[in-house]
């Protein structure tokens, strides 16, 4: 998944899973669905901490590789991925396992409109000027 702050990335994955039906929905929200966000959930609540994001990127690759290594048939990763090389370990190794790998780009990071949409709708609160300076670094193929 690629997506600025409250673009839908979440949203998506949500619609995703539940259309393969209960089992296998349950199923990979358990095994297969990654976010580094939820390194930063402590007793349900979200509280962002810059020192701790390389970390907790590294953690969250390290489980999504560990998922795919155990042979889960649908493995997700759920980051803003702003930059190519932000998801290209990811990508990486999903090949190298075999993986058919399907990046998702959640609306369009570099309009005006959809970041002011992004900065009403998100849940982490993340300000219209940090969402404005992220969707003009957005690297777009």
Same mark, same amino acid.
């Given at each position: 998944?690629?997506?600025? @702050?409250?673009?839908?990335?979440?949203?998506?994955?949500?619609?995703?899973?539940?259309?393969?039906?209960?089992?296998?929905?349950? #199923?990979?929200?358990?095994?297969?669905y990654f976010s580094t966000?939820?390194?930063?959930?402590?007793?349900?609540?979200?509280?962002?901490?810059?020192?701790?994001? %390389?970390?907790?990127?590294?953690?969250?690759?390290?489980?999504?590789?560990?998922?795919?290594?155990?042979?889960?048939?649908?493995?997700? +990763?759920?980051?803003?991925?702003?930059?190519?090389?932000?998801?290209?370990?990811?990508?990486? %190794?999903?090949?190298?396992?075999?993986?058919?790998?399907?990046?998702?780009?959640?609306?369009? @990071?570099?309009?005006?409109?959809?970041?002011?949409? +992004?900065?009403?709708?998100?849940?982490?609160?993340?300000?219209?000027?940090?969402?404005?300076?992220?969707? #003009?670094?957005?690297?777009?193929?």
């Amino acid at each position: 998944m690629r997506g600025l @702050p409250g673009s839908g990335k979440s949203y998506w994955v949500e619609q995703y899973i539940n259309s393969l039906g209960i089992e296998q929905s349950l #199923h990979i929200r358990q095994y297969g669905y990654f976010s580094t966000d939820d390194y930063f959930m402590d007793n349900g609540e979200y509280h962002f901490n810059p020192k701790h994001l %390389a970390q907790f990127h590294q953690a969250n690759l390290t489980a999504f590789i560990n998922a795919m290594s155990h042979g889960e048939p649908v493995v997700i +990763c759920d980051n803003t991925n702003v930059a190519k090389w932000e998801f290209m370990a990811y990508e990486a %190794a999903a090949r190298a396992l075999g993986y058919q790998v399907r990046v998702v780009l959640i609306g369009q @990071p570099k309009d005006a409109e959809h970041q002011l949409l +992004c900065a009403e709708r998100n849940r982490h609160r993340v300000p219209l000027a940090h969402i404005q300076k992220m969707g #003009h670094l957005f690297d777009i193929d």
